[in-house]
């Protein structure tokens, strides 16, 4: 007989770490965890709360953002602490989990003196004393803790005697008779107040645990994983000696399987009729050819290309610089060919269809209903045009190339981006089914052709390309070199963001992260350059010909950033120009691995701050890494989210990078999926059963998880990015913290987020000016100044400005 593992009840505030409590959960005991939110409705009577908590061995009441005694933040977690004897249940409340406890029970809550968030502390607990024998520190030793809080719990600690302290601090204060301290957090030195926190309590008499620190964080010592199994015995004992029934085994529960469901689950058995039927490009040709050692791919383009209407161009501009780390030394440069020719894919937030373009005149309005949504739709898109076949040397075989705005990824975590007036395209992707793909390791150029296995004609498409390339690469060879100078403009209107406004919202950030609401939220501000069109531009410089004034801004931009996602995007009435030097995601379904990259921690390169060791002592302090890891463990929750417990790991922590003009900390996040295998014999990647589908994740999934990219918002994301919303005068930042990158029909996929970028709409043009929008910005923490947030802010808008303003 199989005896099931027990069931634990993770209580979600809503915040960004939940997932990784409940992999540590389940990674670390042998038990099963469901959640459920802390307003879900669904338990609203006793009766309904005490019904669903038979089922279960113990609750986890997690951490989340606000204050332990409003009643919106905390939810049911209150109604657990007043369960009568008969229904008590074992728990534990892990930091605003624990100060909901400490709250019922007499303690007091108030404001640290100095919010302490992705600080990681020394913890001393009882477990250390003489009478940590049966406490949940029973056999630790001391431990690292990562602390994510504003606010603490206050049960008299200050009024004790320094003399005293050492050895009273484990007795129970009379101010909250039923706790029991176990563990307390003191100041270090080098830090400006000498605070007592206390963080962790058990309950005199209940089975109620808290700690206020972060078990689950990739800071905490992996040794405090002891401290949850020591408490899951000491609940579990409690369940048989005390527990008033036997727990339910079987029977219905409210509580949620902690994953997401796959996106291709949910679009089992559905119709496929229209754009989803059309064109299903099978068949794969490439042709490779050997370029000259000074190819350039912007002189390459400038020829080959036909421009004014739509491009996608992503290229890897600093495959020959010195700097930069290798795993993202971009190598390989991508471009859509004959995008007009293509299906795009149009989605609006707010909206239940997605519009989709068929590459000549025709619109469809496909309703996303029967689909469940756009990234549904979209993965089963892809699924039904995979194929396994192509050359294995390329990273991208033809799919989707486009970009999705930061307004998509708020609609995707709730968070209303109401009152805008456009109707302008939050997601954008066109179906690309002929490539150049640029390896500049090898200087390679592969030509590729994804064709509809009907096709009859007989030459291909491959072909046709191949020869028009040698066209090109021969005149190329032939011309006169001559260097490209960047465009001096003289009269373009640049509207920067106010630098004493810009002072105060990073103060009303640190407002609210003082209040407990959020612990870091990366602030960003709107510079609008308004630019004569090309008929009546005033410039100096390599005059385009007939190329698009937006082509030569980039020709510009990449010249003086050096980067491994520079992008040139012209899709629907979007132009995009970027010079990012930061990945979001990366994935491989054939391997089942996905890679995130956020990037937190930056300094200007200057006379002081010249080298990387000068970065690295610059960057490793406690105001940079705590942000750093704030974003981490922000990433692994969304990974989680999806992937499931353990399948998560971090092999990069806190590296200093060395790019154009500043110096960037980065880590890398990895998650893990079962691969898609392709079926014998037979190319196509989409022969899955029912039955399998409803298991299978890709990257797509992840990727949909995690939007906005965590380092765009500060944690934890809904909250942080409601208070953002309103601080930032409920602008749009569109493009900008959106993503840009592919999904392509090998189940790989690459994005970069959206910074060191610009951005325009044609329907924002007079008839004199294009109006060109940079967004620029930082993450605020407890830590920040004012000033220095200022200056950051301005040396990020300055790297892209630059291109207008000499
Ligand atoms: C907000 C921007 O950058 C983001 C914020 C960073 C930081 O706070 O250090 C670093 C890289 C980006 O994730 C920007 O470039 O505008
Ligand atoms: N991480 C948390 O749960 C934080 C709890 C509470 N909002 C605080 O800031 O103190």
Redesign the pocket.
């Known amino acids: 007989m199989i005896i099931p593992k027990p069931l634990i009840l993770f209580i979600d ?1 809503y ?1 960004s ?1 939940s997932s990784n409590i409940i992999s540590l959960l389940e990674t670390t005991l042998a038990c099963t965890v469901r959640t459920i939110r802390i307003d879900n409705r669904s338990l609203s009577t006793d009766a309904l709360l005490h019904a669903e908590l038979r089922h279960y061995a113990a609750v986890v009441c997690g ?5 332990p005694t409003d009643e919106k ?1 905390v939810g049911i977690m209150r109604r657990i602490w007043r369960l009568c004897d008969e229904e008590t249940i074992p728990v534990l409340g ?4 624990f ?1 909901s406890l400490c709250l019922e029970f007499g303690g007091r809550i108030r404001r640290l003196r100095n ?1 302490m968030h992705g600080i990681v502390r020394n913890v001393r607990h009882i477990g250390e004393t003489g009478h940590g024998k049966d406490t949940i520190f029973d056999g630790l030793a001391g431990i690292r803790t990562t602390l ?5 719990v206050d049960i008299g600690q200050d009024d004790k005697p320094t003399r005293t302290w050492e050895d009273s601090r484990y007795d129970i204060s009379p101010t909250a008779p039923n706790l029991v301290p176990l563990a307390w957090v003191e100041a270090e030195e080098g830090w400006p107040d000498d605070e007592r926190i206390l963080v962790a309590v058990k309950h005199r008499s209940k089975p109620f645990w808290g700690l206020q620190y ?1 078990p689950e964080s990739i800071c905490t010592d992996v040794g405090s994983q002891k401290v949850v199994r020591n408490w899951f015995r000491h609940a579990q004992w409690w369940n048989w000696t005390q527990r008033g029934y036997s727990i339910i085994r079987r029977g219905e529960i409210k509580g949620d399987i902690a994953t997401r469901q796959s996106l291709l689950s949910q679009t089992a058995g559905k119709q496929d009729d229209g754009i989803m039927s059309h064109g299903l490009h099978r068949r794969y040709e490439c042709g490779t050819i050997e370029l000259p050692a000074d190819f350039s791919l912007a002189d390459f383009l400038e020829k080959q290309t036909k421009f004014n209407t739509q491009n996608i161009v992503l290229e890897s501009t600093n495959s020959h610089v010195k700097i930069g780390a290798p795993d993202v030394k971009g190598r390989y440069s991508i471009v859509g060919v004959n995008i007009d020719d293509c299906a795009r894919m149009e989605y609006t937030v707010g909206n239940n269809f997605l519009l989709a373009f068929d590459g000549t005149t025709d619109v469809e309005q496909i309703n996303l209903a029967p689909y469940g949504g756009i990234w549904q739709f979209l993965s089963h898109y892809v699924e039904k045009r995979a194929i396994a076949n192509g050359n294995s040397e390329i990273p991208f075989w033809g799919g989707f190339m486009g970009y999705t705005t930061y307004e998509l990824g708020l609609e995707t975590i709730n968070v209303d981006s109401g009152g805008r007036s456009s109707s302008r395209p939050d997601l954008c992707f066109a179906w690309v089914t002929q490539s150049i793909v640029v390896d500049h390791l090898k200087n390679l150029m592969h030509i590729q052709t994804l064709e509809d296995e009907t096709c009859t004609q007989s030459k291909s498409q491959t072909q046709v390309l191949l020869q028009e390339v040698s066209r090109i690469l021969n005149l190329l060879h032939l011309r006169q070199k001559s260097d490209y100078i960047p465009l001096r403009f003289t009269d373009v209107t640049i509207n920067r963001p106010n630098p004493d406004e810009y002072e105060k919202k990073v103060q009303d950030c640190q407002a609210y992260i003082r209040s ?2 959020s ?1 870091e939220l990366c602030l960003t501000d709107q510079t609008v350059v308004k630019v004569p069109k090309m008929e009546t531009l005033n410039a100096v410089g390599t005059v385009p010909g007939d190329l698009p004034l937006s082509w030569s801004l980039y020709r510009s931009l990449r010249q003086r950033q050096a980067a491994p996602f520079a992008s040139y995007l012209r899709l629907g009435s979007a132009t995009f120009i970027s010079a990012s030097p930061e990945r979001f995601i990366t994935w491989d379904d054939t391997t089942g691995k996905c890679s995130l990259r956020p990037m937190k921690g930056t300094v200007k390169k200057s006379s002081s701050v010249a080298t990387l060791e000068q970065a690295n002592t610059h960057l490793h302090i406690p105001k940079e890494e705590a942000e750093n890891l704030m974003i981490v463990d922000l990433v692994r929750h969304d990974l989680h989210s999806v992937l499931g417990s353990g399948n998560v790991h971090v092999p990069r922590l806190m590296v200093v990078e060395e790019y154009a003009s500043v110096f960037q900390m980065i880590s890398v996040v990895e998650g893990h999926y079962p691969p898609t295998v392709p079926f014998k014999g037979n190319t196509n990647l989409e022969a899955y059963s029912e039955e399998a589908r409803q298991t299978r994740y890709t990257g797509m999934d992840v990727l949909a998880a995690s939007l906005p990219p965590g380092s765009m918002t500060g944690a934890p994301k809904k909250r942080s990015c409601e208070i953002l919303r309103v601080l930032e005068g409920g602008r749009d930042r569109s493009l900008y913290s959106g993503v840009v990158g592919y999904m392509d029909v090998g189940g790989r996929g690459d994005f970069s987020v959206n910074i060191r970028c610009m951005f325009r709409w044609d329907d924002e043009d007079n008839d004199k000016n294009e109006v060109w929008h940079i967004g620029a910005g930082g993450a605020v923490t407890a830590l920040s100044t004012p000033v220095g947030e200022r200056e950051e802010m301005i040396t990020k808008l300055s790297s892209t400005l630059g291109v207008f303003d000499h």
Do not use: R
Request: charged content about 10%; proline content about 12%; aromatic content about 12%.
């Open positions: 505030a915040d770490f951490p989340g953002p606000g204050h933040d892990v930091c605003l989990g100060q919010p994510y809080h504003s606010l603490c972060h407990g609401d612990y």
